[in-house]
């Protein structure tokens, strides 16, 4: 958006909450007018303004801190569970179309959150149960979906030396085929003992979660194909429905 079409006392007042958000610690009027280049008076009226609406709150040592206030203007968008229980219709159904277990997972924060799962009528795994969370740098198929679609600054702050080639791997398979793949060995102690398969879940280019599919080892591989044909449409209901 254009410079002119701005509030130039709104673009500093969320500069300001931006920057003590991302401070370790509460931080003082003068260090934000010297970083942020905002006038001692605007400074000081804009705090004042953000403590009144206990956006900020002010500490000892005159200095603020990010408030829970702050919450109220989120609510929309934080994390609940319960807003994905009208899914478990929609994802039997799926499940039993595709012929595996399915799960739906959804990012908050640095974490995927298993939302909703689905069995199969012939299928005899399930997924973690609703509610189970995983970091994003432990590699899985869903988390790789995840962190394909996010920047590079995202993926490097997250992932590790040894995380991050394996990552890199299924990022090229992400690309190439438009899901990830990660397949499973049944050797006692095996880092992953189940064929999963991720698809990213999209309303236009917004991501809005990622579906996966889960089989013995040596089983979901050779279906990847078929069912990467017809994700599209299978999904069709549960984007709208989202």
Not at 31 to 56: D, F, P
Not at 67 to 76: L, P, T, W
Not at 103 to 116: A, I, P, Q, Y
């Amino acid at each position: 958006m254009e410079a002119k079409n701005t509030v130039p006392i709104l673009e500093k007042a969320l500069d300001m909450l931006e920057y003590i958000g991302a401070s370790d610690t509460a931080v003082s009027l003068p260090e934000l007018q010297r970083n942020l280049g905002i006038a001692q008076a605007s400074c000081y009226r804009i705090a004042a303004t953000l403590v009144r609406r206990q956006w900020l709150e002010k500490c000892s040592g005159n200095r603020y801190e990010i408030s829970a206030g702050i919450n109220r203007a989120a609510e929309k968008i934080r994390f609940c569970l319960e807003k994905y229980k009208h899914l478990q219709p929609t994802m039997n159904r799926l499940a039993d179309q595709v012929g595996f277990s399915a799960k739906f997972s959804v990012l908050d924060g640095d974490e995927f959150v298993n939302v909703c799962s689905a069995q199969c009528r012939s299928g005899l795994l399930t997924f973690s149960v609703p509610g189970f969370r995983s970091p994003l740098k432990e590699i899985a198929s869903v988390s790789a979906v995840f962190l394909a679609e996010s920047p590079e600054s995202e993926q490097r702050r997250l992932l590790n030396e040894k995380s991050l080639p394996v990552f890199r791997r299924l990022q090229e398979l992400y690309r190439e085929k438009g899901y990830c793949f990660i397949r499973g060995r049944s050797d006692r102690g095996a880092e992953y003992p189940f064929d999963t398969l991720s698809f990213p879940v999209k309303r236009g280019k917004t991501l809005l979660g990622v579906i996966s599919f889960l089989s013995l080892p040596g089983i979901l591989e050779d279906e990847c194909p078929r069912i990467a044909a017809e994700i599209g449409r299978l999904l069709h209901g549960m984007i709208c429905s989202l």
